[in-house]
């Protein structure tokens, strides 16, 4: 009886899906390949046969981007007729890969399962589309920017920014990443070659325990494409103590950084008279050794040597402020000099180099 039942069961299924495999598609799935922005709409025919007993039609076909446009047979396909859907994407302002997909409803006896086509490939931008999007150029290959900003980076934490490099060629390109920092780990979302008209995304990590410098850091990497010249790309961070693991116990014990006063006045000095040095002290009022992470500044013309870069609790070390007037470029001095320490309260000390040069 059982068995009987299961038998029941399963020509009833069977005669409740004929109608669905009675639509048959001869594909659902078309590749464009690689072609070029400038040459405008690219179209598609999606055909199907009716191989069921009954009649079908096409009631809606719906697209899931406004850059996909489909089109269908609007007549009735009688059984063991075909049908058409006719797809068509406008690549404008759309470089690289693409995949597109459209929803079809149809009717016909029984419940006809909705279908989804897709439509994909890579479109190779056009000059004006790849001027606004990948504004630098270098060889085959196109970028969004040559600087990299980290912003502030804690000491002991990494920290990821990421590049986008299009290949505006025809032909598969492997760049290459030259002259980088032992701090610096790169990667890319394509293993090997960026295949044409397609983007890889690199992603440059920082890593600030592999570099003793603190504060602002300024480096480069090089791209380098085939026989072109490597291009330089900038990399910039600010680098900072990590004192977020501190306990109140371990702040109430911190050095304490303390200036004697928060400018060094060089007063009027002769554009062509020669270096001139002012000094200024940096001492630890606190309870453990003061630790200066680095003493400088950015400022042209001007340069900074420090006596020592461990105070003791109740010391002083002294810093040297040095100018070379022949190098300031206008008539102000205006130098900004960090002072950055292990003071978890004041981790970084601004004193100001001031002066009229005649």
Same mark, same amino acid.
């Given at each position: 009886?059982?068995?009987?039942?299961?038998?029941?069961?399963?020509?009833?299924?069977?005669?409740?899906?004929?109608?669905?495999?009675?639509?048959?598609?001869?594909?659902?799935?078309?590749d464009?390949?690689?072609f070029?922005?400038?040459?405008?709409?690219?179209?598609?025919?999606?055909?199907f046969?009716?191989?069921?007993?009954?009649?079908?039609?096409?009631?809606?076909?719906?697209?899931?981007?406004?850059?996909?446009?489909?089109?269908?047979?609007?007549?009735?396909?009688e059984?063991?007729?075909?049908?058409?859907?006719?797809?068509?994407?406008?690549?404008?302002?759309?470089p690289?890969?693409?995949?597109?997909?459209v929803a079809?409803?149809?009717?016909?006896?029984?419940n006809l399962?909705?279908?989804t086509?897709?439509?994909?490939?890579?479109?190779?931008?056009?000059?004006?589309?790849l001027?606004?999007?990948?504004?630098?150029e270098?060889?085959?290959?196109?970028?969004?920017?040559?600087?990299?900003?980290?912003g502030?980076v804690?000491?002991g934490?990494?920290?990821?920014?990421?590049?986008?490099?299009?290949?505006?060629?025809?032909?598969?390109?492997?760049?290459?990443?030259?002259?980088?920092?032992?701090?610096?780990?790169?990667?890319?979302?394509?293993?090997?070659?960026?295949?044409?008209?397609?983007?890889a995304?690199?992603?440059?990590?920082l890593?600030?325990?592999?570099?003793?410098?603190?504060?602002?850091?300024?480096?480069?990497?090089?791209?380098?494409?085939?026989?072109?010249?490597?291009?330089?790309?900038?990399l910039?961070?600010?680098?900072?103590?990590?004192?977020?693991?501190? &306990?109140?116990? !371990?702040?109430? =014990?911190?050095?304490?950084?303390? $200036?004697?006063?928060?400018? #060094? *006045?060089?007063?009027?000095?002769?554009?062509?008279?020669?270096?001139?040095?002012?000094?200024?002290?940096?001492?630890?009022?606190?309870?453990?050794?003061?630790?200066?992470?680095r003493?400088?500044?950015?400022?042209?013309?001007?340069?900074?040597? &420090?006596?020592? !870069?461990?105070i =003791?609790?109740?010391?002083?070390? $002294?810093?040297?402020?040095t #100018? *070379?007037?022949?190098?300031?470029?206008?008539?102000?001095?205006?130098?900004?000099?960090?002072?950055?320490?292990?003071?978890?309260?004041?981790?970084?000390?601004?004193?100001?180099?001031?002066?009229?040069?005649?």
């Amino acid at each position: 009886m059982k068995l009987r039942k299961f038998a029941v069961w399963c020509i009833a299924a069977l005669a409740g899906t004929g109608m669905q495999a009675g639509v048959r598609w001869v594909e659902t799935t078309h590749d464009f390949g690689a072609f070029k922005e400038d040459d405008g709409k690219v179209t598609c025919r999606f055909e199907f046969v009716n191989d069921g007993p009954e009649a079908v039609s096409i009631r809606a076909a719906r697209a899931s981007c406004g850059c996909t446009t489909p089109s269908f047979t609007k007549h009735v396909v009688e059984a063991g007729d075909t049908g058409v859907v006719t797809v068509t994407f406008n690549p404008t302002g759309r470089p690289g890969r693409f995949s597109k997909s459209v929803a079809i409803d149809m009717a016909g006896e029984g419940n006809l399962p909705r279908q989804t086509l897709v439509i994909k490939g890579v479109v190779i931008g056009s000059a004006n589309t790849l001027r606004s999007r990948y504004p630098v150029e270098h060889g085959a290959v196109k970028l969004r920017t040559t600087q990299i900003p980290f912003g502030t980076v804690l000491k002991g934490r990494a920290k990821s920014a990421f590049l986008e490099v299009y290949n505006a060629s025809e032909q598969p390109i492997a760049p290459r990443w030259e002259g980088v920092p032992e701090y610096i780990r790169i990667a890319s979302s394509e293993e090997k070659a960026i295949p044409p008209g397609e983007q890889a995304v690199y992603s440059f990590v920082l890593t600030p325990g592999n570099t003793a410098l603190y504060g602002i850091l300024t480096d480069s990497v090089f791209l380098a494409v085939d026989n072109t010249a490597p291009l330089k790309v900038d990399l910039t961070a600010i680098l900072e103590e990590d004192f977020s693991r501190l &306990t109140e116990a !371990d702040r109430a =014990k911190a050095p304490v950084v303390r $200036t004697d006063g928060d400018r #060094v *006045d060089f007063g009027r000095i002769e554009r062509n008279g020669g270096l001139v040095s002012r000094t200024f002290t940096i001492s630890n009022d606190g309870k453990s050794d003061l630790l200066l992470r680095r003493v400088y500044t950015i400022d042209p013309g001007v340069t900074i040597k &420090t006596s020592s !870069d461990k105070i =003791k609790k109740g010391k002083h070390a $002294t810093v040297t402020v040095t #100018v *070379d007037p022949a190098k300031l470029p206008g008539d102000i001095l205006n130098a900004r000099i960090q002072i950055i320490a292990n003071d978890p309260e004041m981790p970084i000390t601004i004193v100001r180099a001031v002066g009229e040069i005649l």
